[in-house]
Nanobody, 125 residues
Framework: QVQLVESGGGSVQAGGSLRLSCAAS????????VAWFRQAPGKEREWVSG????????WYADSVKGRFTISQDNAKNTVYLQMASLKPEDTAMYYC??????????????????WGQGTQVTVSS
């Protein structure tokens, strides 16, 4: 049984930092595409960042580029999202997702078969 478990969310003031973790069980992140998505109330779920586990290539949405950093620890089967210079508009539920395809072949949100339960990030001004 595949489980992705996010942790590390919380409430911070604007300009603060958080590090989210996505730990997998029953699934190996090696050679997978792992992504972070977020969904704010009343909005659609949006892609934030992705990493190709083998090779470590990374991608970011323009809205977080330069502020967020995705990384992996294959020994711990965990992917991280380091978030810095947080803004109120970063407030959302953050989800990690995984697919056994190269990231450039994953056909959008519906292409990820495995999802975590989400962790809430709230940024106050």
């Amino acid at each position: 049984q595949v489980q992705l478990v996010e942790s590390g969310g919380g409430s911070v003031q604007a300009g603060g930092s958080l590090r989210l973790s996505c730990a997998a069980s029953g699934y190996t992140f090696s050679n997978a595409c792992v992504a972070w998505f977020r969904q704010a109330p009343g909005k659609e779920r949006e892609w934030v960042s992705g990493i190709k586990s083998r090779g470590g290539s990374t991608w970011y949405a323009d809205s977080v580029k330069g502020r967020f950093t995705i990384s992996q620890d294959n020994a711990k089967n965990t992917v991280y999202l380091q978030m810095a210079s947080l803004k109120p508009e970063d407030t959302a539920m953050y989800y990690c997702a995984a697919a056994g395809l190269p990231c450039w072949l994953v056909p959008g949100l519906n292409g990820y078969p495995y999802w975590g339960q989400g962790t809430q990030v709230t940024v106050s001004s």
